[in-house]
């Protein structure tokens, strides 16, 4: 493993220099002008965390419309995992557009689909033969893994956990956990969907081993869905807007062994821990679970929008000729982001600067933790790193002091986002591109407001 992050860098981001600094006030004029104009079109149901209007970016840095550069420590969502305008992605995006921009491979089909398919067969879990479909969002993905299960098992019933994010659409608000802001108002929901609890060690019992989680989900199945009914079983192998909760061990390998001998399907959705994010190619290999589908969007592309199902080839070839696709799905511009952008990913060894992220992150979060009451706990995997804040002394959770320290950051030049079933989360995840001195100077940030705001 490379000592610094930043000496693997295979190409140095160009035009920004890759520093945090601010001229004013963040956000500044600028920004607040677009932020009244924005009230005028823009509908107010999207919601912007952080009001502060991009020019533009390069590698770790983000610059506002009033010059301002900030840290990136959240990566659009874990989406620019390599970092912002990288040039062989932006090359490769360029070359694309210029031979073509769009036929629809349901018509008249191209090359990098294909590559992009390749790849996903290599890279997730597992060695059996596979086959991929390309979508556009997370959501569409999640959907079309729900529609393979039904299609190949004959069965309705989708298992899905507490504190689970799968998406906005019907089906996929139905998927997801958390009422506000994500299914208020909206329903009815789809069928034939049921909750059961999660892993979420700092809230279960104390000392709940993963096994012992699992039986918990699994019993509620049994007796309430009836195990012969479950089309599939659908995972965050970490839980993403839910709160970073990375399940105890043992938890998904018993999901999976669950999976395999009542006929269901285990649909892993790497959509956020995906693409080296958690230190490995993907979440579910840290326990060497082996997902019967698995669900790929944002960092798969550097930030354009392509998603993938990637599943075992005899599922995924059961659906009819015709039954899976979409007018954009798998876009040729979209796919030669990703094929450049996994190719930076593959020679720099991004897992491994994900594992170096953490090891660099974790003395600043674990003194926290330590010196912090309000923090109850610091967790993640690789760069995807997150702290439960708390009313001290409780397991009360303070979603007021994440949107403070969220706010505060952001004043100071750092972007962090905030996370949680109950809101209470503060989440990292930078760029794994991002040089060892900038994360370092953004986790100081982040420890100074926290040891502020919270005492
Ligand atoms: N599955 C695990 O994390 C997207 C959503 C932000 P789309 N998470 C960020 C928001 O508030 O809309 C996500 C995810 C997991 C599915 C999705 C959905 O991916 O590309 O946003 O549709």
Request: charged share 20%.
């Amino acid at each position: 493993m490379a000592d610094s992050i930043s000496n693997t860098q295979p190409e140095a981001p160009g035009s920004i220099a890759q520093e945090r600094r601010l001229l004013g006030e963040v956000p500044g004029p600028r920004s607040r002008a677009l932020q009244e104009r924005r009230m005028t079109v823009v509908a107010r149901g999207v919601g912007s965390s952080l009001p502060v209007y991009i020019q533009d970016a390069c590698g770790a840095i983000l610059r506002d419309v009033d010059g301002n550069q900030l840290i990136d420590l959240g990566s659009g969502i874990a989406v620019t995992g390599i970092g912002h305008a990288v040039p062989a992605v932006s090359r490769a995006i360029a070359e694309q557009a210029e031979r073509f921009v769009h036929t629809c491979f349901m018509i008249t089909p191209y090359e990098g689909y294909l590559e992009v398919c390749e790849q996903l067969a290599q890279l997730t879990p597992g060695r059996h033969e596979k086959r991929s479909a390309l979508f556009n969002s997370g959501a569409e993905a999640v959907e079309n893994a729900v529609k393979v299960a039904r299609y190949a098992t004959g069965r309705q019933a989708v298992v899905v956990l507490e504190h689970a994010y799968h998406g906005r659409t019907n089906l996929t608000m139905a998927l997801t956990a958390k009422h506000q802001p994500y299914k208020a108002g909206f329903g009815p929901f789809a069928p034939e969907v049921y909750r059961v609890p999660a892993s979420y060690p700092l809230r279960d019992p104390d000392g709940m081993t993963g096994e012992e989680a699992a039986a918990r989900a699994l019993g509620k199945v049994a007796l309430q869905v009836g195990s012969e009914s479950v089309a599939c079983v659908v995972v965050e192998p970490i839980q993403g807007e839910g709160g970073f909760v990375v399940p105890a061990p043992g938890f998904l390998p018993a999901l999976s062994r669950w999976c395999q001998e009542h006929g269901a399907l285990l649909v892993a959705d790497e959509v956020q821990t995906g693409f080296a994010r958690s230190g490995d190619w993907f979440a579910s290999d840290h326990e060497q679970v082996v997902p019967d589908l698995v669900t790929t969007a944002k960092g798969i592309a550097a930030g354009m929008p392509l998603a993938g199902l990637t599943g075992r080839a005899e599922l995924m070839d059961a659906v009819h000729v015709g039954g899976l696709g979409g007018t954009f799905g798998g876009n040729p511009v979209a796919c030669a982001a990703a094929l450049a952008s996994i190719d930076t990913m593959r020679a720099g060894d991004y897992p491994a600067r994900a594992r170096k992220i953490e090891l660099v992150s974790e003395p600043y979060l674990a003194g926290l933790a330590k010196t912090c009451p309000a923090v109850a706990e610091v967790r993640g995997r690789g760069a995807m790193l997150a702290m439960e804040l708390v009313r001290p002394g409780t397991l009360e959770p303070d979603a007021a002091l994440a949107q403070a320290v969220a706010r505060a950051c952001l004043t100071e030049g750092v972007v962090v986002l905030t996370c949680g079933s109950f809101g209470n989360v503060i989440r990292l995840l930078p760029p794994l591109s991002i040089d060892e001195a900038l994360l370092v100077e953004g986790l100081e940030v982040l420890a100074s407001v926290v040891e502020r705001l919270a005492s």
